[in-house]
């Protein structure tokens, strides 16, 4: 004969067996349909499960997120920018007559100033002038005004205040098109160098601009 206190444990033990069994089988028919579940565990008795943190989430869907980071870019035709913090403007132009020209211009709005810088062919370098420079090629002269909008007239260009160059050194790099003979643009790193002026006029004057187009040009 089984004593009442017995009977009531061994009920007691069966109840608990039995929210267990609903508690798990309720846990994954939730995680089946894609809710989310929480299931936290503690070390005491009866409630860890061997291996399993302390917290655990679980989520029937995923998001994905993308960030893409984009970078202006401007272009012009005819005009390419150097460095700097003045942002000048580079554009270069083709002339012919009796020698081929391109005059390249560098405006710099915010000191004001146009500097040109003339490439004629067949020529030399002028003395004074150590550019690295395509055969056949040469530089001129150079110049600076103290008018940026200089920059935007037609050859020769320039207003009544101007100063030669007295010198400069530097790379010019031509790019001919297959078949031709003048260039299609033109990269031009180095630096101009001017006798003491006015105030407006740099004693060095950096020039650094890749694949400007030479309008007029590419034939």
């Known amino acids: 004969m089984v004593a009442p206190a017995d009977r009531y444990n061994g009920s007691m033990k069966h109840l608990r067996f039995i929210v267990r069994r609903s508690s798990l089988a309720s846990l994954i028919l939730a995680a089946a349909c894609g809710g989310n579940v929480a299931v936290e565990t503690s070390g005491g008795a009866g409630g860890s499960i061997p291996g399993s943190s302390t917290s655990t989430s679980t989520t029937g869907s995923s998001s994905t997120s993308s960030s893409a980071s984009t970078g202006s870019s401007s272009s012009s035709t ?6 700097g913090p003045n942002n000048a403007v580079y554009t270069a132009d083709a002339y012919s007559g009796g ?14 100033i146009c500097v040109q810088l003339h490439l004629a062919a067949p020529h030399a370098n002028s003395p004074g002038f150590a550019f690295s420079i395509p055969a056949m090629w040469g530089i001129g002269s150079a110049r600076v005004t103290d008018n940026a909008s200089d920059c935007d007239k037609p050859w020769p260009g320039g207003g009544a ?30 630096v101009l160098t ?11 004057e950096p020039l650094d601009a890749d694949m400007v187009p030479i309008n007029g040009g590419c034939f």
């Open 161 to 190: 205040n101007i100063v030669n160059a007295d010198g400069g050194k530097g790379d010019v790099s031509l790019t001919i098109p297959p078949g031709g003979y003048f260039p299609c643009d033109m990269s031009v790193h180095g």
């Open 78 to 83: 005819g005009a390419g920018t150097g460095g």
């Open 194 to 204: 001017f006798p003491a002026g006015p105030a407006w006029v740099p004693v060095q």
């Open 99 to 112: 020698l081929d020209h391109i005059l390249f211009k560098k405006a710099d709005p915010v000191r004001n």
